[in-house]
């Protein structure tokens, strides 16, 4: 059975699959279980702590800010100059 995540979509840091299965125990809501339930991914097999997947999500959820960061930062920079033409 697989983890639905209520608010966060976490991916595996191997493959970017975002369906895991429970190892140990069987497990509702992953947002309630404690950081060292083991959860495995359907795809690579790969076997993550939730911690360690919080973990290695969190670099991504970074970069996607810094992403979009980029990307605003050069929107408004060709507004300046078209402004100031
Ligand atoms: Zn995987």
Redesign the pocket.
């Known amino acids: 059975m697989s983890i639905e995540s209520r608010n966060v979509t976490l991916y ?1 840091p ?4 975002d369906q895991f299965s429970c190892v140990d125990v069987e497990i509702d809501d992953l947002s309630d279980a404690p950081d060292d339930t083991r959860i495995q ?1 359907v ?4 076997i993550f702590t939730k911690a360690e997947l919080i973990e290695a999500n969190q670099d991504v959820i970074n970069a996607n800010i810094e992403e979009v960061k980029q990307e605003l930062l050069k929107d408004l920079e060709k507004k300046l100059k078209k402004m100031f033409k």
């Not at 191997?14 to 699959?17: A, E, H």
């Not at 795809?43 to 790969?46: G, I, L, N, Q, Y």
């Open positions: 595996c191997t493959c970017g699959n991914c795809d690579c097999k790969c």
